[in-house]
């Protein structure tokens, strides 16, 4: 009786975690196809009549908003770019060479991490203003990548560490420098770990706010600050087109994140098991 009821506690516990993260997706997915009057009706109705209207009225009456899912794509796409390649190299670093001051570094990295993003973003001000990067996407791509750089490259280093030095030598004695053993031995074999920084990476990059919203204006806004633009307009929201411009940016990143959770989960048990 005892295991029984242990049973429905861990499903009962299960199913409200379910609840707990995937209603509100659902909730906004839903809303995206009813009509205004049914967004918020009391009691909410889970039958309806599904329309295209509100996906129709984002195409004609919000084109900056698909601009804006181009420029989050570009910020994506270059900022795991840079973050994979910073962080495998420094994850090699980390993982080979040992040292009082390269342990220190790594740690101060991780501590850097922990700091909000607002507060960091005050002294940028002036930096990026003396550059003339402010409202471009190479902005953007340095700093998620720096954002994100030192925990994806801890993740490569768990990697690597577990990864036999005996490789490496044989590869050594046959001649092999540094770059081809890191491009054809390290990199193949710490493949998982990369998948699993650049889900991060992703994820972090195509729904980041705070800096897009600071750093940019026209050029390079993201699509989560429009739609942010659209929750403050003088003429009201439209929660149904909201809710379909929310769903629209939901699923790329939402595909990506299901079309390689194995890979992740892979990746992260691997990572975290040394032989």
């Given at each position: 009786m005892?295991?029984?009821a242990m049973?429905?506690?861990?499903?009962?516990?299960?199913?409200?975690?379910?609840?707990?993260?995937?209603?509100?997706?659902?909730?906004?997915?839903?809303?995206?196809?009813?009509?205004?009057?049914d967004i918020f009706a009391t009691?909410?109705?889970?039958?309806f009549v599904p329309t295209l209207d509100n996906y129709r009225?984002?195409?004609a009456e919000h084109p900056a908003f698909f601009r804006g899912l181009w420029s989050s794509l570009l910020v994506t796409a270059g900022a795991t770019v840079v973050t994979l390649t910073v962080s495998c190299a420094a994850g090699y670093v980390f993982a080979r060479h040992h040292g009082r001051l390269l342990q220190g570094s790594a740690f101060m990295m991780l501590a850097a991490r922990m700091l909000p993003p607002i507060i960091i973003i005050i002294p940028l001000f002036p930096t990026v203003n003396a550059l003339g990067l402010n409202d471009t996407h190479l902005l953007l791509v340095l700093l998620y990548a720096a954002f994100y750089v030192s925990i994806a490259t801890w993740i490569m280093r768990a990697f690597i560490?577990?990864?036999?030095?005996?490789?490496?030598?044989?590869?050594?004695?046959?001649?092999?420098?540094?770059a081809r053993i890191l491009l054809q031995i390290i990199l193949p074999l710490a493949a998982q770990g990369m998948v699993a920084v650049a889900i991060f990476v992703v994820v972090f990059a195509w729904n980041e706010f705070v800096f897009a919203l600071v750093f940019t204006t026209t050029h390079a806004r993201t699509a989560p600050v429009v739609i942010a633009e659209m929750l403050g307009t003088v003429e009201g929201v439209q929660?149904?087109?909201v809710f379909a411009a929310a769903t629209v940016q939901l699923v790329p990143v939402l595909a990506?994140?299901?079309?390689?959770?194995?890979?992740?989960?892979?990746?992260?048990?691997?990572?975290?098991?040394k032989e």
């Open positions: 005892g295991s029984v049973n429905a506690l861990r499903y009962c516990a299960i199913a409200l975690a379910l609840i707990w993260s995937i209603g509100p997706i659902l909730l906004i997915v839903a809303s995206s196809f009813k009509e205004a009057r009691p909410p109705s889970l039958i009225a984002l195409w560490v577990a990864l036999p030095r005996e490789l490496e030598e044989a590869a050594s004695v046959d001649g092999a420098g540094l929660w149904g087109v990506t994140v299901l079309v390689l959770q194995r890979y992740l989960v892979a990746g992260l048990t691997a990572g975290a098991v």
